[in-house]
């Protein structure tokens, strides 16, 4: 075993086979500088796939969406019923698999440590017991601290004679795991409140990736790094990834994790649902109508003709659907009807949802609940589109 020095990143070489290239993984780790007050009270594993496998994680499998029925309007007073059928689904279609990645807080590590070391003992004699005093002699206090475990041979076992691309989906592997560490509110008040299970997760490793992307954002490796953060096929938990990054143009990456990490729930809520494909200003949430007429300007301020008739009707309805989800939800929180955890479902099943969406070729196949919205806004656009379109005022 051995132990590099990289940036003030400390990253014990536990048992791994292979390892990425040191030089080039100090050279990329400046490129994470928002989580430079980690760096001292976290240490870096990178393990074998023996030892990853011990850990599996419960995640979703992709095919799963499309097994989600999402017949019903964003209504706060039925999250939790639309909640339990959706788990109820999960449920039924659930799998375990080896992560690349895992950030585990203070008081969960002499758990895994310690399962660890009982299972290098059984395989070998005493082989655990050197680990641990390894581990002593270098860091006294290691069983105190936060760790991430990494495993590089999963990261390169699809192409493991390509180093250069191995070795930044190492490092950014390792950004995704920093961006958990700087969203554990374990660390601001003692409280430990991953318990959302799946709405928790589509937000928390949704918001890592970004964050995560956020860090190559410009840099000369910023192609490599988002074909390994936004690759196809990940768990449903990572879908609402590239959402998140486009919506972090306009509000930095760093901010929206802020806002997750301190609950500021109403906060982010609206950042997610004012970006895409138009800004809402918070006195658009008061009187629709002023949205209507600076919004229903600039979609015909270069004219409308018959190729942009379509576009322009299906944006008026996103753009009322929008105003009338966003009203409907500070409504309830204003009156104490929505609680944390609904606030969590809510925003895990939008981006569920603009996944759904983002992933769908025109509207004749759009899901029910598409379909629902559409009708039920029709006639007003319908209204505004005519007006709009015979230059009424």
Request: with cysteine.
């Amino acid at each position: 075993m051995e132990i590099r020095d990289l940036n003030e990143i400390r990253i014990f070489h536990m048992d791994s086979h292979i390892w990425p290239s040191w030089k080039d993984v100090k050279k990329f780790l400046p490129l994470a500088h928002i989580f430079k007050e980690l760096y001292q009270r976290i240490n870096v594993y990178l393990v074998s796939t023996s030892v990853m496998e011990q850990f599996p994680q419960d995640v979703i499998p992709q095919n799963t969406i499309w097994e989600l029925r999402m017949d019903e309007d964003f209504d706060p007073d039925k999250v939790l019923d639309k909640l339990e059928k959706i788990e109820g689904i999960i449920e039924r279609g659930h799998y375990k698999e080896v992560p690349m990645g895992l950030y585990i807080s203070a008081s969960q590590f002499p758990n895994y440590i310690k399962k660890i070391i009982d299972m290098k003992n059984a395989l070998f004699p005493n082989e655990g017991t050197h680990l641990e005093e390894a581990l002593s002699r270098w860091d006294q206090d290691y069983l105190e601290k936060d760790s991430i475990f990494i495993c590089y041979e999963k990261i390169a076992e699809n192409d493991i004679n390509d180093e250069k691309n191995n070795t930044i989906h190492f490092v950014a592997t390792l950004f995704h795991e920093f961006s958990h560490a700087f969203m554990d509110r374990v660390h601001m008040d003692g409280e430990d409140d991953r318990k959302y299970s799946f709405y928790f997760k589509i937000i928390e490793e949704s918001m890592a990736d970004c964050l995560a992307a956020s860090c190559f954002k410009d840099s000369p490796v910023q192609g490599e790094a988002f074909r390994h953060i936004f690759i196809k096929g990940k768990p449903l938990e990572y879908c609402g990834s590239y959402y998140l990054y486009e919506i972090s143009k306009y509000c930095p990456a760093i901010n929206l994790a802020m806002l997750w990490r301190d609950r500021n729930l109403k906060a982010l809520y609206l950042n997610i649902m004012d970006r895409e494909p138009y800004k809402l200003k918070p006195e658009d949430l008061i009187n629709p109508f002023l949205v209507g007429q600076r919004i229903f300007g600039n979609l015909t301020g270069g004219g409308i003709g018959d190729e942009k008739d379509g576009v322009v009707k299906d944006d008026i309805i996103s753009i009322l659907a929008r105003i009338v989800t966003v009203k409907s939800y500070f409504s309830h929180a204003v009156k104490g009807k929505v609680t944390e955890k609904e606030s969590v479902a809510i925003i895990g099943f939008y981006l569920l949802w603009k996944y759904r969406m983002m992933n769908l070729n025109g509207w004749g196949k759009v899901n029910r609940s598409a379909k629902k919205i559409n009708n039920l806004f029709e006639e007003a656009a319908k209204m505004i589109y005519d007006n709009i379109k015979d230059g009424k005022d």
